[in-house]
């Protein structure tokens, strides 16, 4: 009885020590912040873009707007004319308003990506945790399906696909950037999902006689949704990139909707001129793209950098 | 000036995201004199490797010396740059750490990676270098020292590679070792030799060692004198005679009262309520089980041969064996978890189906299984209410109020305050998630619970009170309890009758009293007499005895005919015992030995 309460007192003077460091919030840093910022900002184009466009993408502008007040030059330029007043950021190749096609733009660039790596996401992370946790047979034969796909360089892939198809529209460049992107999403979610498919909570869920799906929507995505997350804004980025290459190429987005890439290709000839049209669409390009790069570096830090090792593929 | 190392009044403290500081080590002083060894002694979060690596002018990334100094022959090494750090570590201090295998690299043979720290310092020449490993070798009398530095690591056992690691240190002729827990991570009977092997070199060497580790017993044998922390603060600091035996401070009492007594017969926790003598509550019955493929009824690698285990309704079995020996196996084939090749695994007398997928959900809910490490086996994306009220849902069908009452209750049972519930497990310690980690178990209410190491990862007083909680729940629920360790003091203290494992064979069992009084089986007395005690002087009366020295340093082989212990038996018939699988002496009292011998024989 003595030695119990001369226990309990010491117990109290001698707790044991907290073992578990504390928990790690997501902290922005000053980049961080601004690219935040500037995804907020992109975010609010996309909704109200359009209706705060001083013109319609496809208008081409009249010669009239062009006229400096006092002179008698009847029939000005209209193409590659330098920011002013009337074109904030200049006129394109074909005397169209770059800010109205950027605000345009802004809906199909960031449209059409997000779907796509949506879409990504969908088959790469099912397929993946399916091969984490279904036999060896499945595994190997959906993981060697898709080292074969992902040997194949991507734009040579899609352009192939894209001629066979005979330059289809939107929806098809979309499966063709998902489909695409779907194999190195499979390869990260396979991965995340076999390294908890050995963990010993996956095994007392197992021992407890729990089936597959719960497996699957209680032990392991919730473990492994985090470092997802955190691919999804980079492979949002490749796919936005990718787009913009196969729109730079001709083979993406068709006139006259604009898109930033295909704005890029468009413009290119303006450089001569020293024209800031070819610039501006490649700025908002930057802009969007370095600002998730650098959310997605406080996320990982986050994470304790752990990712970043699975993600150079 | 006699002392090596000073440390004066030191402060180390952790730097937060927010920039606020953090007392990690409070004011601590202490001396090392040369050919000393002192011993930093603490739980997880004292501190000890904190300051041990301050003699190397080193800290973990985030902390950072606030004050107080580190000298080393009187010069200050906390304010050292870069160039006179590289001049100090490896040359003049040597740093060991704790995993011998994660630190050996596995392609390069022993003798370069034990050379290469004094030639790249430049202190030896290779071929001196070489020969100077050699009389290490010799010294930590290691086998095959001539031949040794060609092998690579994966050719040695743990214990030689801890042994290699303090070659590797002291091959530079440092005037100081520090050591982080070198011995933790091994089994008594290689702990025992590696103690003695690093005993005798620091006296040989005349080296000073600091020694930092959580384990009372084992620093009585090796250290000259003891520091103990607690929370970054020094509670108690004197000779290891004067803190050993008469410990003056509170804590320092509670480390000692934590350590568990040496097996003694007697201890045992002895059911004598009659129980139903009908069906065992678990059985295995010539159990063969193994990994890989299974070719002609035998798995690539046979891990468990012969395996006959009752658990009677409410006792609790202990199983014990070094690591490796299979004990794990032996609980993850009871949990369906792999299916054994040959045998059969009864619940209440009714045959088990080998693979869990095929068990019904009553049978599984019968046996739990407690996982070893807490931290992995609790889902970190689940709240504590979540993880208990699984259970409860998918065997009892608990919902609502009555799955909210029942959490409760279990969460009282564990004594864990009911807040937790609304916690993750990264919000709790150690110890509170493995009693998480047991209530969880409990929440099925079984019949039997599968303990597979459960305290082996926690601090000593922590352990201490977990066993503590498992005795009462015990006595609470009835449940009969397989409780699997590599610790044979613990199960000695918890466990009704013992199973002693070797290479996957049963050597022997019986019950508690049975097992740790004679006659033994060679290998059980081997296991009781390495079992460190705590005072001084105890290493050097075990080396001297017969079974220290024929089974201490061999490794576990799993043979396919004889008795597995051959090799390390002092009382081995050369001709009989490699060829013959041992035959089952059972003794009085269903106390069952497997040895070639009789009783007469080893009941010396």
Redesign the interface.
Known sequence: MSQASQETSASTQFDELPTAPPKRKIRLSWPGKIGVSVLIFWAIIVVIGPTIAPYHEADILDEELFIVPGSDEMYPDTDFQPPSSIVLLGSDYLGRDTLSRILFGARTTIGISLLATLLAYLIGVTLGIAAAVGSKFLDMCLSRVNDALLSIPSIMFALVLIAALNSPGIFWLILIAGFIYAASVFRIARSLGQEVMVSDFVEAAKVRGEGLWWIITREVLPNIAMPLATDFGLRFVWVILFISSLSFLGLGVQPPMSDWGSMVKENLSGLVYGSVAPLMPALAIATLTISVNMIVDDISAATGGKLAKRMIS | MSDLLEVDNLRISAR??DDELTPIVKGVSFKVARGEVVALIG????GKTTIALSSLGYTKPGLEFTGGEVRLHGEDVISMDSDQLRGLRGQRVAYLAQSAAATFNPALTIGEQVTETCVLHGILTQEEADARAETLYRALELPDPDKLGKRYPHQVSGGQLQRLMAATALCGKPDLLVLDEPTTALDVTTQIEVLKAFKSVIKQEGAAAIYVTHDLSVVAQIADHIVVL??GEIQEYGTAEQVVEKPSH??T??LM?AVRPPPAAGQGDETTGEHHRDAPALQVKDLLAGYGRIQNGLPAITVLRDVNVVIERGHSVGIIGESGCGKSTLARVM???LPAAEGQVLLDGGELKPA?EQ?K?EE??KI??V???AD???????RIDNILG??LE??LGLKGDEKRRRIGELLDMVELPQEFAGR?P???????KQRINLA?ALA?SPEVLLCDEVISAL?S??GANVIELLKRLRKQTGVSFVFISHDLSTVASFADEIVVLYAGRVVEKGTTDQVLSPPYHPYTRLLISSVPELRVGWLEETMQTQEAQAGIDRVVTLKDKGCPFFDRCPLAIEGTCDQETPPVRTLAGNHAIECHRSEAEFAH
């Open positions: 937060n995201d739980e997880s979060g004292s607690y929370a509170d804590y009492r509670r009262h949990a369906g978890l869990l068990r959900r599984l809910q739990q299984f996982f070893q490490m992995t086996a609790l889902n970190p994306r689940q699984r259970p998918f065997y993750y990264e919000e709790l310690s150690g110890g509170q969880r099925a601090d007083i922590v």
